[in-house]
């Protein structure tokens, strides 16, 4: 059973740095992209940041500058590297991946449960 596990949410000061982790485990044949969205309480989930396994990258405005992604292809993992954070970054940070588990299926995009990040005085 494929599944993506996240961590390194937390508590952190205006103008901090957090970096969150997310490992896809599972059998699969292929992991097309990766991405972390968020969703702060009362909106949408939006995209922050997705890199697909040839290292192609693509940010939200909101965050350009700020977040690096980056995938390590050998360990199925993603990074987000979250430094200046600002109060408007607190949200529920979930990973994605869109990955095809065997030869006669089509990949399709899996979620993990979701790691929270406060920034807060």
């Known amino acids: 059973q494929v599944q993506l596990v996240e961590s390194g949410g937390g508590l952190v000061q205006p103008g901090g740095s957090l970096r969150l982790s997310c490992a896809a485990s599972?059998?699969?044949?292929?992991?097309?992209?990766m991405g972390w969205y968020r969703q702060a309480p009362g909106k949408q989930r939006e995209l922050v940041a997705s890199?697909?396994?040839?290292?192609?990258?693509d940010y939200a405005d909101s965050v350009k500058g700020r977040f690096t992604i980056s995938i390590n292809n050998a360990k199925d993992t993603v990074y987000l590297q979250m430094n200046s954070l600002k109060p408007e970054d607190t949200a529920a940070y979930y990973c994605?991946?869109?990955?095809?588990?065997?030869?006669?299926?089509?990949?399709?995009?899996?979620w993990g449960q979701g790691t929270q990040v406060t920034v807060s005085s």
């Open positions: 994605s991946a869109n990955m095809r588990l065997t030869y006669y299926s089509l990949a399709k995009s899996f």
């Open positions: 599972g059998s699969r044949i292929s992991i097309n992209a």
């Open positions: 890199i697909t396994s040839g290292g192609t990258t």
